[in-house]
């Protein structure tokens, strides 16, 4: 009865996520594409609905379709992005063309009223020289001067109306420039905008592909690479919380030998690396804050020197705990792992790295004392590390996946 139950849950899993994936297929924006307003109003009502769809199967149990599922969502979520700021882009550079045009027919009727302008400015000079004298002497008849005074009188309003014109063009000019050249600058940001999400897209199907690999497409191999990290993490956690079983060895100095990291695959480990953490005050803290410069290759992102790697800044003045040049295979905190892999469905917080070196010699950061220890977790089996103490400080260096 109550595997009949599972499959049935099962299947009603399996048909709500794809009932949700059709709902938001409903979404076709591309029909509306000629249509800015409509398009983009269809692409963020899609975006909604692809957002709720990955918040639905991330709360489903941890299975390798649901896995691929939030990846493929993700994917499609960041290819609507794509569309968006295209669509902006493009809305951009036709407003750009419209500015042009206006601000080319705007700069030819300033150009004329300017002509004008000056014209009737010459006018006024020469009627303006002429005093009240020369003017009687030069009238035949009373009417005529009537008339050459409301001419003057005439010629100073209609200059005055020019010049307002002129001031009122040149106003709307100079607005439409502004408009030009602050719609520019936003199309160049839209543009960059455009480069980060096509890596941001690039760097997602690599993810998808590499859970493909690691997992060969086997729902067994994945629930068995689950509870390894499942583990490893509960057992990092436990160490860190100070839950390990430790032995004192002594006082050491910087350089000195203290560990040999394990080759290959070991107690809560795929595969040769030296985890290393460090804490202060009880805190977890970013290692890169406290190591100095070396060679490396950044191994964290999509592939070996990819652009998607995490940081990796050393900015301290303590030795590394093995020889460069170094090789990372995941940084601290929120990594590329954890935003693009099936290891955000164990944790989402790497709390320190993942680091091989030119030997497998581990060395001591910094003088201080030195600690033996290990951890029996979930995983059946003795997670080793060494901990040191660094003198005169309430700084703690960790070292796991090793042997001594």
């Known amino acids: 009865m109550l595997y009949r139950h599972s499959i049935l849950l099962a299947l ?18 591309e029909e509306k594409k000629s249509d800015t307003t409509a398009y983009s109003a269809c692409l963020s009502e899609k975006r909604v609905c692809l957002e709720s769809k990955i918040s639905d199967i ?8 649901s896995t691929i599922s939030i990846i493929s969502s993700k994917i499609t979520l960041q290819e609507l992005t794509i569309s968006q700021t295209l669509s902006e ?20 009727s300033l150009d004329q009223l300017t002509a004008m302008l000056l014209k009737r400015v010459r006018e006024r000079y020469k009627s303006s020289v002429t005093s009240p004298i020369t003017l009687i002497a030069n009238s035949q008849s009373f009417s005529e001067l009537i008339t050459s005074s409301r001419y003057i009188s005439q010629a100073s309003l209609q200059t005055a109306v020019v010049m307002r014109q002129a001031e009122l063009q040149k106003q709307l000019f100079d607005l439409q420039k502004e408009k030009k050249e602050t719609a520019q600058l936003l199309l160049e940001q839209k543009r960059k905008l455009l480069e980060q999400q096509k890596r941001e897209l690039a760097s ?3 993810g998808q592909q590499k859970i493909l690999q690691d997992t060969k497409n086997s729902e067994s191999v994945y629930q068995k690479q689950l509870a390894a990290v499942s583990a490893e993490f509960q057992a990092i956690q436990a160490i860190i919380s100070g839950n390990g079983s430790e032995a004192k060895v002594g006082d050491v100095k910087a350089g000195d030998t203290i ?3 394990i080759s290959g695959a070991s107690c809560n480990s795929s595969g040769t690396h030296l985890h290393f953490t460090v804490t202060e005050n009880d805190s977890v803290k970013n290692p890169f804050s406290y190591l100095t410069s070396i060679d490396h290759t950044n191994c964290s992102g999509s592939s070996c020197g ?10 301290g003045n303590l030795n590394w705990p093995l020889s460069g040049p170094i090789r990372l295979l995941q940084g601290y ?15 989402t917080f790497h709390n320190g790295i993942d680091i091989t070196g030119s ?9 201080g004392t030195l600690y033996r220890g290990s951890f029996s977790g979930s995983a059946g089996c003795a997670l080793r590390y060494v901990k040191l103490e660094h003198a005169n400080s309430s700084i703690v260096s960790w070292y796991l996946h090793i042997y001594y």
């Open 58 to 65: 991330q709360s489903q149990k941890a299975t390798l379709n």
């Open 333 to 347: 905190a929120s990594t590329w792992g954890v935003q693009h892999t099936w290891v955000s469905r164990i944790y």
């Open 89 to 108: 882009i493009t809305k951009l550079e036709n407003d750009i063309e419209l500015l042009s045009e206006r601000i080319s027919t705007l700069n030819f």
């Open 12 to 29: 009603f899993f399996f048909l709500f996520s794809q009932s949700s994936v059709f709902a938001c297929d409903q979404y076709n924006c």
């Open 204 to 206: 997602q199907k690599a």
């Open 259 to 261: 560990a040999f990291v």
């Open 359 to 367: 030997s497998s010699t581990v060395k001591a950061v910094a003088d």
């Open 306 to 315: 990819s652009a998607d790697g995490d940081a990796f800044n050393p900015s």
